[in-house]
Nanobody, 121 residues
């Protein structure tokens, strides 16, 4: 399974971006999906997740600004509003091993390649 993530770019603080992540085949239809990010010199961290049933979970710093969703084909989206310079990172999409979203990398079955989000002040 390959995950193709796109939508990153350079945006000013307060702006918006929408990331998308498509799977090469329908493996993710019964699995949770999520987004993680890794800033320069930092560890990869959980950002948002969505279960197979549609339940969502967010890291505290992005609550109210980011929205995760998915469509029937298993493509996941991350709408990012009110972006801040501290949101600058490589963003990775992920498919969980089970039907729930996961906050730990240990629970990820597949990773997409990173897409770079840069927020200027």
């Amino acid at each position: 399974v390959q995950l193709q993530a796109c939508g990153g770019g350079l945006v000013q603080a307060g702006g918006s971006l929408r990331l998308s992540c498509a799977a090469s085949r329908r493996t993710s239809s019964n699995n949770g999906m999520g987004w993680f990010r890794q800033g320069l010199g930092k560890e990869r961290e959980f950002v948002a997740g969505i279960s197979w049933g549609g339940d969502t979970d967010y890291e505290d710093s992005v609550k109210g600004r980011f929205t995760i969703s998915r469509d029937a084909r298993g493509t996941a989206f991350l709408q990012m509003n009110s972006l801040k310079p501290e949101d600058t990172a490589l963003y990775y999409c992920a498919v969980s091993r089970g039907s729930r979203s996961v906050r730990s990398s240990a629970g990820v079955a597949y990773w997409g390649q990173g897409t770079l989000v840069t927020v200027s002040s």
